[in-house]
């Protein structure tokens, strides 16, 4: 059925990054003041923690960004070429390249916004046993424009499109591009999905993130999002139940549709919410000698949910693909996968 698919049914916008990846110490990490299992922009103080990185410590280069991660995994998971379509802003150089080719590969047509004279935008994943923690340089990035959508191909693109995928991570660089898409989207009752992204996104961008989730018609998160969410809105609680459909119930562009919001938490079962009910659809454990890194499950769960919802599925299914791609990935290194996707 997957072939039988609009090429570019889905869109997605997002900070298209190079993970420069590698096992570290917990003292590493104290050292440059990051956590595990979170993710930061990184400021001046990082700039030195990269150069340490390729100076002493062995580095893979993965393909990364949350939003072109899950594209990839959903494509992967279709195994049908360029029923995804990307935009984001890269550098015109090495990395830039390696990026466009290692997402084409994948199957993505993305629609870079190249930006001379700025690099490539990369993200130092550091792994600490099955934890990570990520730290994103956006540079070229955060470069990107709102006129690049509005190109007459471009914008044929966002017409084409029939869904729309965001993780939160966009908002830190252009709002206004995330607005006007899911405003097109809404002017004709097709989906919006956005992502919390990171505990940071609710803390530091919750003007832009609230608006954002006025599109929404499903918001993703994971524990510690959904944590930062409640703080940031003001809710009393740090029940995951409550501040999920709270999240529900918030106002939205779309009335025709009813907001979803999905919230994984680790091999807990993932929360599926909405005004009429929750339900908890649980996770299959991995063996603790399986998990290589959790690196991009959350993106990966995400891929797979889209792989099954833009075939037109329910929400469960769609969750089990997500768990199914999640736990695939995080028996990888990065955001990467075996080559045969084998989810029925």
């Not at 570019?8 to 420069?20: A, E, F, K, T, V």
């Not at 550091?126 to 990035?141: F, P, Q, T």
């Not at 529900?248 to 079962?269: H, L, M, S, W, Y």
Request: glycine content about 8%.
């Amino acid at each position: 059925m997957a072939a039988s698919l609009p090429d570019g049914i889905l869109l997605g916008m997002g900070n298209p990054l190079l993970d420069l990846q590698a096992q570290v110490e917990k003292d590493f990490l104290d050292k440059w003041g990051l956590k595990e299992n979170d993710a930061i922009l990184c400021d001046d103080k990082h700039v030195a923690m990269f150069e340490e990185l390729a100076k002493n410590y062995k580095v893979e280069y993965i393909p990364g960004g949350a939003t072109q991660n899950s594209l990839r995994v959903c494509q992967w998971m279709l195994n049908a070429p360029n029923k995804t379509t990307f935009f984001g802003a890269i550098g015109d150089d090495s990395y830039g390249k390696l990026l466009s080719q290692k997402a084409r590969e994948a199957g993505v047509n993305v629609q870079y916004q190249v930006t001379s004279g700025v690099k490539t935008g990369t993200c130092a994943a550091l792994i600490n046993g099955i934890h990570r923690s990520l730290c994103a340089h956006l540079a070229a990035a955060n470069t990107f424009k709102h006129d690049h959508i509005k190109k007459d191909d471009h914008w044929a693109l966002v017409k084409k499109a029939q869904f729309y995928y965001s993780a939160g991570f966009f908002l830190t660089v252009c709002p206004e591009a995330v607005v006007t898409v899911a405003t097109e989207m809404c002017s004709r009752n097709r989906p919006v999905l956005i992502n919390l992204a990171a505990p940071f996104i609710p803390q530091f961008f919750n003007e832009p993130l609230s608006k954002a989730i006025y599109y929404a018609d499903y918001v993703f998160g994971n524990e510690d999002e959904a944590a930062a969410y409640a703080k940031a809105a003001g809710l009393e609680t740090t029940d995951l139940k409550e501040i999920a459909k709270h999240l529900a119930g918030v106002d939205k562009a779309n009335k025709e549709r009813k907001r979803v919001v999905i919230f994984t938490q680790g091999a807990e079962p993932v929360l599926v919410v909405s005004l009429d009910g929750v339900t908890e659809v649980p996770v299959d454990r991995l063996p603790k000698e399986n998990i290589v890194d959790t690196n991009a499950a959350g993106d990966a769960f995400v891929g797979g949910f889209l792989s099954q919802f833009i075939q037109g599925k329910g929400d469960i299914e769609c969750v089990k693909a997500g768990n199914y791609a999640a736990s695939e990935i995080i028996q990888q290194h990065g955001c990467t996968f075996p080559p045969l996707c084998k989810f029925h």
